[in-house]
C-alpha cells in the first residue's frame, strides 16, 4: 500500500474552482440585490397609489406622460436623481444583505501538512 502524501498547497484547479464559486455567489448577490432594488421601486408606485393596481397604473401613466413631455434637461436632470436614489437604495440593501456575502472564500481549516 502507498499512503497518499497531502500538498501543501491546493492544486491549481481547486482554485479556478474556488474562483468561478466566489465569481457566482458574487453575480448572484448582485443580480438578487438588483432585484431587490427594483421592487424596492415598484412598492413606491403602489404605495402611492394606495396599495391598489388601478391607483399604481394611474401614478405610472402620469409620470411617463410628464416624462416624456419634459424638455431634455429636466429628463437628463430625472434621470441623474433617480441613478442616485437607486445607487443609495442598492447600498442600503447591500449593507442589509452583507452577511450573505460572509461565506464568498470559503474559510479552509486545513493547515499546510493537510490536517484538519
Known sequence: MSAVVPSARPAPASRWA?????ALRLAGWL???MA???ALWVLFFVMLGEFTFAGAVL???NFAARYVAADP???AAF???FWIASAVLFLVVGVL???ALRDLIPQSKETADGQV
Open 79 to 81: 434621470e441623474a436623481q
Open 59 to 61: 401614478h405610472l401613466d
Open 18 to 22: 474556488d474562483a468561478c464559486y466566489a
Open 36 to 38: 431587490i432594488v427594483s
Open 97 to 99: 444583505r452583507r452577511h
Open 31 to 33: 443580480a438578487t440585490s
Open 73 to 75: 434637461e429636466r429628463r
